[in-house]
């Protein structure tokens, strides 16, 4: 397996821009996480997945984020309008739980994200 | 908050030593993992402990985990310049799966 699958790697946008971030999980995981990280914050849950259905998207931080999973190999997290403050580093991950068996999580290799 | 926090925040050791860092959290849990960043790459998962375990190795690693203290640590042996990495611990309330991180450890192994 190639891994967890994250595009574009590097994204740079102007303010009020839409930005789509995508990611392809591990076949076979049922549970898929985008997370943020930043130098101020840290590593942030802001919503996951389990079997392509949201579980908990009070990370999100306002309406400007959604997050969709329209199958079990696909996920995008869209912003829109962008803003400075959402300049960071954005991660997918994904686990295989199939009812409580605890796996570490796979992650990508994040998308650097810049909005100027 | 779930939050784990590790202790210290940043580590600097020369190459051979024994790095060690803490993890503390705060509700019951299932299990506690352990994870390694290098600098500008994705996080990857070093070794899981579940609560029923008191002490796990893999390889270089050891983890252990007090639940009565509510707190795991991390020693890496014979550290390598390699391992110049941010170390980070991720707990999540007990049946649950969304599993939170805390700051890191920033490790510098100086050859």
């Known amino acids: 397996d190639a891994g967890v699958i994250q595009s574009p790697r590097h994204e740079v946008t102007e303010m009020g821009q839409e930005v789509t971030l995508r990611c392809k999980p591990i076949?076979?995981?049922?549970?898929l996480f985008w997370y943020r990280q930043t130098m101020m914050r840290g590593l942030e849950l802001l919503i996951y997945?389990?079997?392509?259905?949201?579980?908990?998207d009070s990370g999100m931080p306002e309406d400007r984020f959604s997050a969709k999973m329209p199958n079990a190999s696909f996920s995008t997290l869209k912003i829109q309008p962008s803003e400075p403050r959402d300049s960071a580093v954005y991660f997918c991950?994904?686990?295989?739980?199939?009812?409580?068996?605890?796996?570490?999580?796979?992650f990508g290799s994040g998308t650097r994200l810049t909005v100027v | 908050s779930q939050q784990g926090e590790e202790d210290p925040q940043a580590l600097s050791i020369q190459e051979g030593e024994n790095a060690t860092m803490n993890c503390s959290y705060k509700?019951?849990?299932?299990?506690l993992q352990w994870y390694r960043q290098n600098s500008g790459r994705g996080l990857v998962h070093l070794i899981l402990?579940?609560?029923?375990?008191r002490e796990k190795h893999s390889g270089r690693l050891r983890v252990t985990l007090d639940t009565s203290k509510k707190s795991s640590s991390l020693l890496i042996t014979a550290s390598r310049a390699a391992d110049t990495a941010s170390y980070f611990c991720a707990t999540a309330p007990s049946g649950d799966q969304n599993f939170v991180f805390g700051p890191g450890t920033r490790l510098s192994v100086l050859p």
């Open positions: 509700t019951s849990i299932n299990n």
């Open positions: 402990i579940r609560s029923n375990e």
């Open positions: 076949s076979g995981h049922d549970y």
């Open positions: 991950a994904s686990t295989f739980d199939r009812v409580r068996r605890y796996y570490g999580y796979t």
């Open positions: 997945f389990n079997n392509n259905v949201p579980i908990d």
